[in-house]
């Protein structure tokens, strides 16, 4: 069942990571880009700072706390304990790739481009309830982990199991702070 899997996902990668086009290789390059996104945190922090005020900086440090639980887990949890080689380090793909720039670290399961983003497209859907923010976080974290499929460094299993570890976290970081506003654990004595 597992090699089914797995012929299957790669079978699904060479189709999606096949359509690609000049145009596409910049933004989805652009798309993957650490400081690419700048601008949309920035816009986010405007709009917590808008509606909580200085206690904006508590729910900034849980969105770190999302990005790091999120990257440090995919890691630590699925990438070393797996090992699956990412698609662009895999002797029997070699010249069936489009490999848009480099490939990244040996191993790609999972996709913490995915689990980062989704963990934080979850915790912030919760964050602001509304629904155009939760439709546009989660259409901007699949935009980011479809990406990584087309740039030629993930399997589509790789960013599926990564956004669900991603929104995982964000939902039990999402009630990790809620139990502790509930006990009062950040109200002063």
């Given amino acids: 069942m597992i090699d089914y899997l797995v ?40 709009f917590l700072a808008r509606r909580y005020q200085w206690k904006t900086i508590w729910w900034l ?71 155009s923010a939760t439709i546009g976080l989660i259409l901007w974290a699949a935009f980011v982990s479809y990406s990584r499929i087309y740039l030629g460094v993930h399997y589509p299993a790789d960013v599926i199991v990564g956004g669900m570890l991603g929104a995982a976290v964000g939902y039990l970081v999402w009630l990790a702070i809620n139990l502790a506003i509930n006990k009062n654990i950040f109200k002063s004595r």
């Fill in 7 to 46: 012929k299957l996902d790669t079978q699904l990668f060479l189709w999606l990571n096949g359509m690609h086009s000049p145009f596409w290789d910049g933004i989805m390059l652009f798309a993957s880009g650490k400081l690419t996104w700048l601008p949309l945190y920035l816009i986010i922090i405007y």
């Fill in 61 to 131: 440090v849980a969105v770190a706390s999302v990005i790091i639980l999120s990257d440090q887990l995919s890691v630590h949890l699925f990438k070393n304990v797996f090992q699956r080689l990412r698609p662009c380090h895999e002797p029997s793909l070699n010249g069936l790739i489009h490999l848009v720039r480099g490939c990244g670290g040996k191993y790609g399961f999972v996709s913490s481009h995915a689990a980062n983003t989704f963990g934080v497209a979850t915790f912030l859907s919760f964050l602001f309830l509304r629904k």
